[in-house]
């Protein structure tokens, strides 16, 4: 039987189960779980080690788990490269910002397609009409990307020369412009002030409601957690503690203690 539209809104866009990775020793996550569906804006928590960034370099491949799965779509990630996993609809922004700063504005949006050009080595010296057709079609995206976004003054100008702000700004246009699924925002707010701040959370929330995108978000700022996420998951030790609505979590002992301690509770 064909999904319908409803199914296909319904069925995962991410699911992790019983994810464990380990580095010696280490236990850095143990055992999470979760399912993201198209167009959820969760958030994922936890003091500094908690195993935050590790999970989303689990899912975005940079590293392979040493228990459990990570499904994309429907689609098992294990064994994948990074590229791969682009390739099925898995986009991210760092805490460090990483554009690439001896690229043009215009071109750090056009060489982040590179895995979808469609032609190979010969095709680019030969210059044929296949490639020359493909460019044009980058360009062209990547130059209505940077107008969606405000950018379009900044298309000539190198990454560094841009406010912060403007290069988070810049970092998130470029993942949208693989097209993705589900899009890890790494502590977006991270380096920002307050004024940026306000300007992410309603650039994040735009894009929620403009690209047809599934956003998990790390953060520490709490404020934009609560704000954006209707659901937040906390990890503390690479376990999670609590998950539920932002009043749930804000609320719960377990979160408290583990941001506060437990002689200041």
Request: glycine letters at 8%; proline letters at 4%; aromatic letters at 8%.
């Amino acid at each position: 039987m064909a999904m319908t539209q409803t199914d296909s809104d319904k069925a995962p866009v991410l699911e992790i189960r019983n994810l464990t990775q380990r580095f010696g020793g280490l236990t850095a996550v143990s055992d999470f779980n979760v399912s993201l569906r198209k167009n959820d804006l969760s958030g994922l928590i936890g003091p500094n080690g908690a195993g935050k960034t590790t999970i989303f370099n689990l899912v975005s491949g940079f590293y392979q788990p040493s228990e459990g799965e990570i499904l994309v779509a429907g689609c098992p990630t294990a064994g994948l490269k990074p590229h791969k996993v682009t390739a099925l609809g898995v986009a991210r922004t760092f805490q460090n910002i990483r554009l690439w700063n001896d690229m043009t504005v215009l071109d750090n949006i056009r060489v982040a397609q590179h895995y979808r050009l469609g032609y190979g080595f010969f095709h680019s010296v030969a210059r044929s009409k296949h490639y020359m057709q493909r460019e044009t079609e980058i360009a062209r995206e990547a130059a209505e990307l940077l107008e969606v976004f405000d950018l379009q003054r900044y298309a000539d100008e190198l990454p560094g020369n841009l406010p912060y702000g403007t290069q988070r700004k810049l970092e998130i246009a470029r993942a949208l412009s693989v097209h993705p699924q589900l899009l890890l925002l790494d502590e977006p707010a991270a380096g920002l002030n307050s004024s940026d701040i306000q300007e992410l959370i309603r650039l994040v929330r735009w894009i929620h409601n403009k690209f047809d995108v599934c956003i998990w978000m790390i953060e520490h700022h709490m404020d934009v957690m609560m704000e954006l996420c209707t659901q937040i998951k906390v990890i503390d030790f690479g376990q999670t503690i609590a998950e539920g609505t932002p009043d749930k979590v804000r609320n719960d002992p377990a979160v408290m203690t583990a941001y506060l301690g437990d002689d200041v509770i």
